[in-house]
């Protein structure tokens, strides 16, 4: 496919440098003699090209979506706050990775930083989705036209691992560095309380006020925007804020459980099998779950190992009767899918809401709870599946049932998960450096949570 793109000369630059990623890849055939090691390093460069190669050319953040089956497409300039978190913590695993060069990864983080720090923010949050070329908010829907804190938590999340990486690097390092303490530290986390109501909501709009009315309570993706309010050393919320909204004035938990697997928390409107595998991935690219525990949940990482379990149990039992499903092939998420008319459209994919579809990002990114059987995705989608592969990693959505059916498109959300959590698997970088920021510990240990791994 032909790509054109209008560049500036530092997106040129920045874009061309990185001669590592357009190495020729290995065959399919070639891949199936290899290890493990070998394969999880070709996913992960596979992956980081997306904010790499296909990043927005003006900001240098992550596309909203990038398709390979018709360009250019109408929304190119359209970036993602929340995925170009997770591109952050992408682009540092490539550096570790040797898979790009460090000095061109901080040019380009450095441009991001200054990208943000003019772009458009509502009482310090950034909006779901900005226009890459002026900053300006691009609305996500009638009424999201505005702040969205939980899109600003995953892109939060990212920023201070990139400030954790470098705040003792060279002084081009370190001066990025201190881009991103500021940035993180413009957010207002308790402007979101709606004047002070015990609990977060997701969206303010300059327009539309508090019109969607979307409290965070649990249990789902934004556990991590808790975690940072509390954590925010200029606009904090306060642990009765996380217990009164979060857990719903504690009943949140269960006692219910699925293939033998306890789900210890209520899914929101998921109970029975759990939520899409997102709900596992999101808040913990940075937020370490490995025996961490707070007053009502005992270990979030038995929480996430349930979740991922019970979707490769559901897979593997297949009572729907998908061709393809068993132990190489699961895992539902948030993702593109297959409509009934065969056209491509947008659904939370998840074992109630099961259309055939099966999303590698849900395995993929579900190494550190599930490494055997995120494994045996990876190498049969790698040695077996070449058609489910694209110029950056696999496809968001495959179906073997309709006759190896693939979207060639890829989102930032969905790409953006699997770099960050395979290192984690692998090394923990992202934890360790989210982990032992100074902010998320005095953050961690106000909501009363406890670890076997860090000291609070």
């Not at 890849?25 to 999880?40: C, H, I, N, R, V």
């Not at 986390?189 to 009315?213: A, F, R």
């Not at 306060?238 to 504690?250: H, L, P, Q, S, V």
Request: hydrophobic fraction near 35%.
């Amino acid at each position: 496919m032909k790509k054109i793109f209008t560049l500036s000369v530092l997106a040129l630059t920045l874009l061309n440098s990185c001669t590592n990623l357009q190495k020729v890849a290995a065959e399919p055939e070639s891949m199936q003699k290899f290890t493990d090691d070998p394969l999880m390093d070709r996913v992960q460069q596979d992956a980081l090209k997306y904010f790499w190669d296909f990043a927005e050319p003006n900001s240098l953040m992550g596309r909203e979506r990038y398709h390979e089956d018709f360009y250019p497409q109408n929304d190119a300039k359209v970036v993602t706050t929340g995925g170009s978190g997770f591109g952050l913590m992408t682009i540092l695993v490539g550096i570790e990775r040797g898979f790009i060069p460090r000095n061109e990864a901080v040019k380009r983080l450095a441009h991001i930083a200054d990208f943000l720090a003019k772009a458009d923010r509502h009482h310090g949050a950034w909006p779901h989705w900005l226009d890459g070329e002026t900053g300006k908010t691009v609305s996500f829907g009638k009424k999201d036209n505005g702040g969205d804190i939980v899109e600003t938590a995953f892109l939060v999340e990212g920023i201070i691992t990139v400030r954790e990486y470098f705040k003792n690097g060279n002084a081009e390092e370190k001066e990025l560095a201190k881009k991103m303490d500021e940035l993180w530290k413009g957010v207002e986390w308790n402007w979101y309380t709606k004047g002070g109501e015990k609990v977060l909501y997701w969206h303010w709009s300059p327009i539309n006020g508090w019109e969607m009315n979307h409290k965070l309570q649990g249990y789902d993706e934004t556990l991590v925007t808790y975690i940072l309010a509390a954590s925010s050393p200029t606009y904090p919320i306060d642990a009765e804020t996380f217990y009164k909204g979060w857990t719903r004035n504690g009943t949140y938990t269960t006692t219910a459980e699925k293939y033998g697997y306890p789900l210890y928390v209520k899914h929101n409107g998921a109970e029975e099998y759990g939520g899409p595998m997102f709900w596992a991935h999101y808040s913990y690219l940075g937020l370490d779950p490995t025996g961490l525990s707070d007053r009502l949940v005992k270990n979030y990482f038995d929480l996430n190992r349930s979740h991922a379990m019970i979707q490769y149990s559901y897979s593997v039992e297949n009572p729907k009767q998908w061709k393809g499903y068993g132990p190489n092939y699961w895992g539902f998420t948030a993702s593109y899918t297959r409509n009934q008319d065969g056209t491509v459209g947008y659904d939370a994919h998840n074992p109630k809401n099961d259309r055939g579809v099966v999303t590698p990002t849900a395995a993929l990114s579900s190494f550190p709870y599930t490494p055997k059987e995120s494994m045996n995705v990876l190498r049969f989608l790698y040695t077996e599946k070449p058609e489910f592969i694209g110029t950056a990693g696999p496809y968001d959505a495959t179906s073997i049932h309709y006759g190896n059916w693939f979207t060639p498109r890829y989102l930032a959300i969905d790409q953006g998960t699997i770099a960050p959590m395979i290192e984690n698997y692998r090394t923990g970088l992202l934890w360790k450096l989210f982990m032992n920021a100074p902010e998320i510990k005095n953050g961690l240990r106000k909501l009363d949570f406890k670890s076997t791994k860090y000291n609070f």
